[in-house]
């Protein structure tokens, strides 16, 4: 079992709409989430860090931690075709320098 | 602002030659990270550095090498390198203390032939 698990998608929705997007772990320890956005053959960029349990919002991006069903989701509301990409899930043990482990990602595509 | 910078952007080597990767994280960042991703793959943690010592070690093979500079600049150092080398290499920098969100720099590509 891999320690970061994501759907891998496609997933597809319509401009417009909620797109949702899960992630659980499995080290109950995990202090630190984050998600990433990822476009075709560039680097990750850093959409959403969340630490504490429940949802943390930024414009258009919820995300929803329940660290006792070690769950992690992402909303994104009102979905633009510029939203089409990777939306990697990762996961840090604990604070200081530890190395963040990723999901295989989730594809995500926003149909006009 | 300032963010990380990754040189060479591609780089094209023969089997068993030797790279030098190298990172300039974003400044006053004191921690960095190097990640290879094969395609279709999530990033793999190779290794990283805090005040220029080695942190953490993840996959990273015995063939490569990493370290921190003064500057906090960190060069990965890959030899005899293999067909299966052929990936994206990210290099990611964050301040400790202010947890441990990473910043990545845009990648260098790496093809071996």
């Known amino acids: 079992q891999k320690e970061v698990e994501q759907n891998s998608g496609p997933l597809s929705v319509p401009e417009g709409a909620i797109a949702s997007l899960n992630c659980t772990y499995s080290?109950?320890?995990?202090?630190?989430f984050f998600w990433y956005r990822q476009y075709s053959g560039k680097s990750p960029e850093l959409i959403m860090f969340?630490?504490?349990?429940g949802d943390k919002e930024d414009g258009r991006f919820t995300a929803q931690l329940n660290k006792a069903s070690q769950y992690v989701s992402l909303l994104i509301r009102d979905s633009q075709p510029s939203d089409s990409a990777t939306y990697l899930c990762?996961?840090?043990?604990?604070?200081?320098?530890?190395?963040?482990?990723f999901g295989t990602g989730t594809k995500l595509q926003v149909i006009p | 602002a300032a963010g990380v910078i990754q040189s060479p952007r591609h780089l094209i080597k023969e089997k068993r030659e030797t790279a030098t990767l190298k990172c300039y994280p974003i400044?006053?960042?004191?921690?960095v990270y190097w990640y290879q991703q094969g395609p279709g793959q999530d990033p793999q943690f190779l290794i990283s550095?805090?005040?220029?010592?080695?942190?953490d070690k993840g996959s990273i093979p015995d063939r490569f090498s990493a370290q921190q500079f003064s500057d906090y600049h960190s060069e990965l150092n890959m030899s005899s390198l293999e067909l299966g080398d052929s990936a994206l290499y990210f290099c990611?920098?964050?301040?400790?203390?202010?947890?441990?969100?990473?910043?990545f720099g845009p990648g260098t590509r790496l093809l071996v032939l």
């Open positions: 400044p006053r960042h004191d921690t």
């Open positions: 990611a920098s964050s301040l400790a203390g202010r947890g441990e969100t990473q910043y």
């Open positions: 969340i630490y504490s349990n």
């Open positions: 080290d109950r320890g995990s202090q630190s």
């Open positions: 990762a996961v840090t043990p604990s604070g200081g320098y530890q190395k963040v482990t």
């Open positions: 550095f805090y005040e220029k010592m080695q942190s």
